[in-house]
């Protein structure tokens, strides 16, 4: 398993796509999913290095999966994202750090490709 992983949950499947092209371009191995159980199981066996995490998804929000992975005592980096309100992510981004996540960052989108790039580095 490489030491670069990256899993991504997002609806957005362009966005999605991107982020993963970019990810895999700086040697990150990858998985991509826009279900929030599927992302549950990915992310146990995966065990990823750099969470991408869509705030506003259909069937769940993404606040939902930042509680989850602070009960789960996630150590990976976190990406928080939405294309609504930024209000939202720095929610999300003070929640995550409140309940002891190690590294949580906000960006909108669209995010630009030197953006991505320097998060992921």
């Given at each position: 398993m490489s030491e670069?992983?990256?899993l991504i949950i997002d609806d957005e499947k362009l966005f999605a796509d991107f982020v993963r092209q970019v990810a895999e371009g700086m040697d990150y191995e990858v998985?991509?999913?826009d279900q929030?159980?599927?992302f549950k199981s990915i992310y146990k066996e995966f065990d990823p290095t750099v969470i991408i995490l869509d705030m506003v998804m259909p069937g769940v929000e993404g606040i939902e999966l930042?509680?989850?992975l602070a009960e789960e005592g996630c150590s990976s980096r976190i990406m928080v994202v939405t294309g609504y309100n930024p209000n939202y992510v720095d929610f999300a981004k003070t929640i995550g750090s409140a309940r002891g996540l190690v590294e949580v960052q906000s960006y909108t989108k669209p995010i630009s490709l030197a953006d991505l790039r320097q998060a992921l580095s």
């Open positions: 670069k992983r990256a998985r991509v999913t929030a159980e599927a930042v509680n989850w």
